[in-house]
């Protein structure tokens, strides 16, 4: 997504200030220097910054008109434990907007939340929107208690997102200086502009796993909610300069009509149209027993992104150029080696 973003600013002229964890790193700026060249109007300086690393981010933000924090730690392929997933979000924010009261000069902070900050439990069918939260009807949920973090394991990332999104909000409210957006997307899908964004366990992981012929064992218990990373880098890069944000906007990326929200029968079909000659994978053998058990999918998390539509003019990708450009760069970057038909 922060790869995205950066795309979708220089498109429009701006001078970005990248930060990365090491500027030495192929993986980490490769594709980003190739961005710098294609995108003219617009340029890139690298930093090294760390969340943890409180002032690491005073430097790259001096003079900067607006700060978009994309960045937190995550649990793919065993990365980071529960404990890790909360303090990256939570701390390492409270350590971004540190430096963004001492830059003094920000007028914008656009924080990437997620779709798991909104999406709370609720009935089949409801239709989620930016006015829910993740910690709506959690009263006596065990799973949702901040003294029991080391062991809730994803439950850790929806409090942590709560949790930094209102950060954002309660500090930029008492600073007076900036305001603070956030942007929550849902299952992000699309183009992969390097080989380090397939992580495992990703969501565009699973999808490569499907392509090579393999069962996708990721939410086939209920429904895949897309959004194409480009439209949430646009997202981003809308928000910059549109009059309508105010402190505490959010807004959801997710679906732009029921055609986005789908079950991974239906996701093996899409699959199997667009790439003709591959054997996709689909469910796993326990769905059998699932739908004899409960008749049909989980019908949620619903939810579209209505607001980011009418309030930012954000136009979406359709379902079917997501998927096409997601296979299509996991096997550009031989990142998939996709199992043919016999």
């Known amino acids: 997504m922060g790869s995205h973003v950066v795309a979708a600013l220089l498109k429009r002229g701006y001078e970005v200030h990248a930060c990365v964890t090491d500027r030495t790193h192929p993986d980490k700026r490769k594709h980003l220097d190739a961005l710098n060249a294609d995108h003219r109007s617009g340029s890139i300086t690298f930093f090294e910054a760390n ?6 981010y005073d430097e790259p933000f001096e003079n900067c008109a607006a700060v ?21 979000a939570v701390e390492g924010t409270r350590n971004v907007l540190d430096s963004v009261k001492a830059a003094g000069t920000v007028s914008r902070f656009v924080y990437t939340s997620s779709f798991a900050a909104i999406r709370h439990p609720a009935e089949p069918g409801y239709v989620f929107s930016e006015k829910d939260w993740a910690s709506d009807h959690r009263e006596g949920d065990e799973d949702w208690n901040l003294d029991r973090i080391d062991e809730i ?5 929806a409090m942590a997102k709560v949790e930094a999104e209102q950060l954002a909000y309660r500090t930029a409210e008492n600073d007076g200086r900036f305001d603070a957006i956030s942007v929550c997307p849902a299952i992000v899908l699309g183009p992969l502009l390097s080989r380090s964004h397939e992580l495992v366990f990703s969501w565009q992981w699973f999808v490569g796993r499907m392509l090579r ?15 194409d990373v480009r439209d949430v880098g646009e997202a981003h890069a809308l928000v910059l300069s549109n009059s309508a944000c105010q402190n505490g906007s959010r807004y959801q990326l997710t679906a732009h009509d029921p055609s986005g929200l789908i079950d991974i029968v239906q996701l093996q079909a899409h699959l199997q149209r667009i790439f003709p000659r591959f054997d996709v994978g689909g469910a796993p053998p326990e769905m059998l027993a699932y739908l004899q058990k409960h008749g049909q999918v989980f019908d949620g998390p619903r939810g579209y992104c209505d607001k980011a539509r009418e ?27 996709p199992a043919l038909k016999a």
């Open 51 to 56: 969340l943890l690393d409180p002032k690491s």
């Open 311 to 337: 309030e930012l003019g954000l136009e979406p990708h359709s379902l079917e150029d997501t998927l096409r450009d997601t296979g299509k760069t996991l096997i550009e970057l031989q990142l998939v080696e």
């Open 213 to 227: 012929g393999k069962p996708c064992k990721r939410m086939w218990q209920s429904l895949w909610n897309i959004v």
């Open 68 to 88: 978009l924090h994309t960045a937190t730690a995550m649990a793919y392929g065993g990365a980071n434990d529960s404990r890790q997933i909360y303090d990256g």
């Open 153 to 157: 394991g994803e439950n850790a990332y």
